[in-house]
T-cell receptor, first 113, second 116 residues
């Protein structure tokens, strides 16, 4: 079955710097890749997603890139702010299946003011 | 509109007790998922419903875990004879379309289960 690896497990940046989180997946059939942000004690919330028919998607300070050949995708956050501090999870699933998500283990991002 | 809700938010059980966790999905959402999130880990899939049909229960860790969605809306995850290793946050998520489409999954706040 699908396996998603995520790194780094922790990331500390200064406010205003960029942050990059990387994930790899094993099943070449996976074609939907969402990213969730989870603040302490709260629900995971979708921040951006990408499908395998595009290589990059951007939404304000957040962007995701996908390399299908290498089977990896990355989250880029520019101009980080203290409120970006949270745990970020990448996930993968397959259109045409039931759609359950396979998650990475998460990256704890700390943005220092 | 209202998002996914779950109750109770916190549950403490003695080892061997049975527990029932409730999920109210977004109204009209066909697909409903249960995930288990251990401390410091990503959510792990437990089971999937399309309306009232449980189409996949491959992630349920043992036969002590049982889920239902009898009327295609509210779902209940039941754990019998709880064990300490069942301690985790149980997340429910719903999404609008049935397969084959994959769409945004909206998560509930979770139920934190602690088994003593």
């Amino acid at each position: 079955g699908e396996n998603v690896e995520q790194h780094p497990s922790t990331l500390s940046v200064q406010e205003g710097d960029s942050a990059v989180i990387k994930c790899t997946y094993s099943d070449s059939a996976s074609n939907y890749f969402p990213w969730y942000k989870q603040e302490l004690g709260k629900r995971p919330q979708l921040i951006i997603d990408i499908r395998s028919n595009v290589g990059e998607k951007k939404d304000q300070r957040i962007a995701v890139t996908l390399n299908k050949t290498a089977k990896h995708f990355s989250l880029h956050i520019t101009e980080t702010q203290p409120e970006d501090s949270a745990v970020y999870f990448c996930a993968a699933s397959i259109d045409g299946s039931q759609g359950n998500l396979i998650f990475g283990k998460g990256t704890k991002l700390s943005v220092k003011p | 509109g209202a998002g996914v809700s779950q109750s109770p938010r916190y549950k403490v059980a003695k080892r061997g007790q049975d527990v029932a966790l409730r999920c109210d999905p977004i109204s009209g959402h066909v697909s409903l998922f249960w995930y288990q999130q251990a401390l410091g880990q990503g959510p792990e899939f437990l089971t999937y419903f399309q309306n009232e049909a449980q189409l996949d229960k491959s992630g349920l860790p043992s036969d002590r875990f049982f889920a239902e969605r009898p009327e295609g809306s509210v779902s209940t995850l039941k754990i019998q004879r709880t064990q300490q290793e069942d301690s985790a946050v149980y997340l429910c998520a719903s999404s609008s379309p049935p397969r084959p489409l994959t769409d945004t999954q909206y998560f509930g706040p979770g139920t934190r289960l602690t088994v003593l």
